[in-house]
């Protein structure tokens, strides 16, 4: 079992900045690809960001890429999500996920654990 716990939500102003942390307990963090989802109110989930277990690889969603950085601590079992130039429509809650290998990162149903969510709130 991996247990994830997210933080680092908020209230922010657009085109202000985050940093989301996950913090992973349990089994060996590094052995994980790590993700982060979002979903909005009324909408489905999406895939914002993924990050293989040694962080040399990454994938973003078209909708952050250039704005988010997915990033990770081995040493801290954490993974990062650095978001800067924050828009309205980034509103959400923010989940991290892991599966033990990097591939069909896009897709929610692949992934074996997820945290509880931190709420985004980004305000025009």
């Known amino acids: 079992q991996v247990q994830l716990v997210e933080s680092g939500g908020g209230l922010v102003q657009a085109g202000g900045s985050l940093r989301l942390s996950c913090a992973a307990s349990g089994r060996t963090f590094s052995n994980y690809a790590m993700s982060w989802f979002r979903q909005a109110p009324g909408k489905e989930r999406e895939f914002v960001a993924a990050?293989?277990?040694?962080?040399?690889?990454?994938y973003y969603a078209d909708s952050v890429k250039g704005r988010f950085t997915i990033s990770r601590d081995n040493a801290k079992n954490t993974v990062y999500l650095q978001m800067n130039k924050l828009k309205p429509e980034d509103t959400a809650v923010y989940y991290c996920a892991a599966r033990s290998i990097f591939r069909d990162i896009t897709l929610g149903r692949e992934y074996d654990y997820w945290g509880q969510g931190t709420h985004v709130t980004v305000s025009s």
């Open positions: 990050i293989n277990w040694s962080g040399d690889i990454t």
